[in-house]
């Protein structure tokens, strides 16, 4: 079996496995296996040249090698071109995209360090996973410095509508640099038709199969979902621990409905929208009043960033608004945790929760809504209400779709979630569980894997360029 490289910005812990996410998990699951290295920034930022070295370190047969980034790389690579202009305008947000030409430079040389970087490490035979939108150019560069074995790219965000790609000005290089990779994956299948459609009209491109031609190359582009460790999620839910945070958490609102919302503070995740149609609830449904309470953790993130502080002071006012208009002596409508919380800890909130709120304007999957669902007590679970533009609508059809955009009709799911008899809960969580499990997260990277165990770099000779 060849050597697995893993490559993303951020390097998970390769211990820890209960503190880390699913992913993290799951790449380390598959390092371990294959015995293989994983590469990318440190998280600290150090300007000087110690800062250029590779600090390397093994841990029962996988490695962990990092580079830290300079301040300037940090302004310009991280927050500047890939999440202040790739993540607001592949979220369909041409409005809150930064267009500066140092940023899209900062972001060619931070790639072409990392490559630099990673090259004398690899083996000829190693098999190369590089995640997201951060390294879009990362395979490119990677084979003009000579790399000849398999590459393959999985992009973590939505792949946006070939209107809004064309206003980047730098669209064309990076759809060309997606082409040095020999497989391409999206989270879902309207992302891998947005994808197809560039290519096939903005390109000029062709099509075979899964295959797409264009640039005189050739690249496997499919969708692979992402799932959670769903049973290991479960089980952590249903764990004496977690249950003692739900014991908590239900003793702070005796027996008044919870509705939870987790999300990053983003503003792809919908949260002044959702904290709309929670007042818009209160509004419509008088005698809901004292009988729910709503809490939405939401641990501030990419703070440096202006659009992040500003939808900071928006949510901070909008929850000021909404305790002011409803709140009783003895009853608070809302509380609004800015605080990242233990995975134990979230498992018992999910699972003391009769309702989750999954609200994203747009996101490639949202891995949220399927560990709310996981962390369910089968015999008397809770109802998701979530977005339909959430990449998991289309898997969890069985979760109660709304449109975010629309505050009444997500008051009025709440509500319905609220009297949902236990029977149809109980279907509901069924028909759920059984699609987190088929595809869980150990299934998403063994089908990428075998996907680019197979792929053959080559283009066939004959084939339309
Ligand atoms: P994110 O935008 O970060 O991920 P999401 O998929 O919901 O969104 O994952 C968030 C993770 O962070 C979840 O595991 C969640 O439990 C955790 N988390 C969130 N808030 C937390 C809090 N307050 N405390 C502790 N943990 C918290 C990107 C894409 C998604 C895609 C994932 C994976 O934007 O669409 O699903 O990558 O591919």
Same mark, same amino acid.
């Given at each position: 079996?060849?050597?697995?490289?893993?490559? +993303?910005?951020?390097?998970?812990?390769?211990?820890?496995?209960?503190?880390?996410?699913?992913?993290?998990?799951?790449?380390?699951?598959?390092?371990?296996?294959?015995?293989?290295?994983? =590469?990318?920034?440190?998280?600290?930022?150090?300007?000087?040249?110690?800062?250029?070295?590779?600090?390397?370190?093994? /841990?029962?047969?996988?490695?962990?090698?990092?580079?830290?980034? &300079?301040?300037?790389? $940090?302004?310009?690579?991280?927050?500047? =071109?890939?999440?202040?202009?790739?993540?607001?305008? =592949? $979220?369909?947000?041409?409005?809150?995209? &930064?267009?500066?030409?140092?940023?899209?430079?900062?972001?060619?040389?931070?790639?072409?360090? =990392?490559?630099?970087?990673?090259?004398?490490?690899?083996?000829?035979?190693?098999?190369?996973?590089?995640?997201?939108? $951060?390294? #879009?150019?990362?395979?490119?560069? /990677?084979?003009?410095?000579?790399?000849?074995?398999?590459?393959?790219?999985?992009?973590?965000?939505?792949?946006? @509508?070939?209107? *809004?790609?064309?206003?980047?000005?730098?669209?064309?290089?990076?759809?060309?640099?997606?082409? +040095?990779?020999?497989?391409?994956?999206?989270?879902?299948?309207?992302?891998? /038709?947005?994808?197809?459609?560039?290519? #096939?009209?903005?390109?000029?491109? +062709?099509?075979?199969?899964?295959?797409?031609?264009?640039?005189? !190359?050739?690249?496997?582009?499919?969708?692979?979902? %992402?799932?959670?460790? &769903?049973?290991?999620?479960?089980?952590?839910a249903?764990?004496?621990?977690?249950?003692?945070?739900a014991?908590?958490l239900?003793?702070?609102?005796?027996? !008044?409905t919870q509705i939870v919302g987790?999300?990053?503070?983003?503003?792809?995740?919908?949260?002044?929208?959702?904290?709309?149609?929670?007042?818009?609830?209160?509004?419509?449904?008088?005698?809901?009043?004292?009988?729910v309470?709503?809490l939405? *953790?939401?641990? &501030?993130?990419?703070?440096?960033?202006?659009?992040? *502080?500003?939808?900071?002071?928006? #949510?901070?006012?909008?929850?000021?608004? *909404?305790?002011?208009?409803?709140?009783?002596?003895?009853?608070?409508?809302?509380?609004? %945790?800015?605080?990242?919380?233990?995975?134990?800890?979230?498992a018992g909130i999910y699972r003391a929760s009769r309702i989750g709120l999954v609200?994203?304007?747009?996101?490639?999957?949202?891995?949220?809504a399927?560990e709310y669902v996981a962390a369910q007590d089968p015999d008397n679970p809770g109802v998701l209400v979530l977005?339909?533009?959430?990449?998991?609508?289309?898997?969890?059809?069985?979760a109660l %779709?709304?449109?975010?955009?629309?505050? @009444?009709? @997500?008051?009025?799911?709440i509500?319905t979630a609220r009297?949902m008899?236990l029977?149809q809960r109980r279907?509901r969580h069924?028909?759920l569980m $059984?699609?987190?499990?088929?595809?869980?997260?150990?299934?998403? +990277?063994?089908?990428?894997?075998?996907?680019?165990?197979?792929? @053959?770099?080559?283009?066939?000779?004959?084939?339309?360029?």
């Open positions: 079996m060849s050597r697995l490289v893993v490559v +993303s910005n951020r390097v998970g812990p390769l211990r820890g496995a209960t503190k880390a996410g699913g992913l993290a998990v799951a790449l380390a699951d598959a390092l371990r296996t294959r015995r293989g290295l994983w =590469f990318g920034w440190s998280g600290e930022v150090r300007d000087g040249p110690q800062g250029h070295e590779v600090q390397a370190q093994s /841990l029962g047969g996988v490695t962990r090698a990092v580079i830290d980034l &300079t301040s300037t790389e $940090h302004d310009d690579y991280y927050n500047g =071109f890939a999440n202040r202009c790739l993540w607001p305008l =592949f $979220h369909f947000r041409l409005d809150l995209a &930064t267009f500066d030409r140092r940023y899209y430079e900062g972001y060619q040389r931070a790639n072409q360090r =990392f490559a630099q970087a990673l090259t004398p490490l690899l083996r000829d035979d190693d098999l190369i996973w590089v995640h997201d939108y $951060h390294l #879009l150019p990362f395979g490119e560069t /990677l084979r003009d410095m000579g790399a000849r074995q398999r590459l393959g790219f999985f992009l973590h965000i939505p792949w946006p @509508v070939r209107e *809004i790609l064309t206003a980047l000005p730098h669209h064309e290089h990076l759809v060309r640099a997606l082409f +040095s990779y020999d497989l391409v994956g999206f989270q879902t299948e309207a992302d891998l /038709l947005r994808f197809q459609d560039y290519v #096939l009209r903005e390109a000029g491109g +062709s099509q075979r199969g899964n295959r797409l031609y264009a640039y005189g !190359r050739s690249v496997i582009a499919q969708a692979y979902p %992402i799932g959670i460790d &769903t049973d290991q999620f479960a089980t952590l249903a764990s004496d621990e977690a249950g003692h945070e014991a908590k239900k003793a702070a609102i005796f027996d !008044r987790v999300d990053r503070l983003d503003y792809t995740k919908g949260l002044p929208e959702r904290f709309q149609a929670y007042e818009k609830l209160l509004e419509l449904y008088p005698e809901a009043h004292g009988q309470s709503f939405q *953790i939401a641990p &501030t993130s990419r703070g440096e960033v202006q659009e992040y *502080i500003d939808i900071r002071h928006q #949510l901070d006012a909008l929850a000021g608004h *909404i305790n002011g208009r409803f709140a009783q002596l003895d009853w608070t409508p809302l509380r609004y %945790i800015n605080r990242a919380i233990t995975r134990r800890q979230l609200t994203p304007l747009r996101d490639g999957m949202n891995l949220v399927k977005s339909r533009f959430a990449g998991s609508a289309k898997q969890m059809a069985a %779709i709304v449109n975010p955009y629309d505050p @009444v009709g @997500v008051a009025e799911a509500e009297h008899p029977a279907d069924r028909a $059984h699609e987190l499990r088929r595809s869980d997260v150990a299934s998403w +990277s063994q089908n990428f894997l075998t996907a680019l165990d197979h792929a @053959v770099a080559a283009v066939p000779p004959g084939v339309p360029a």
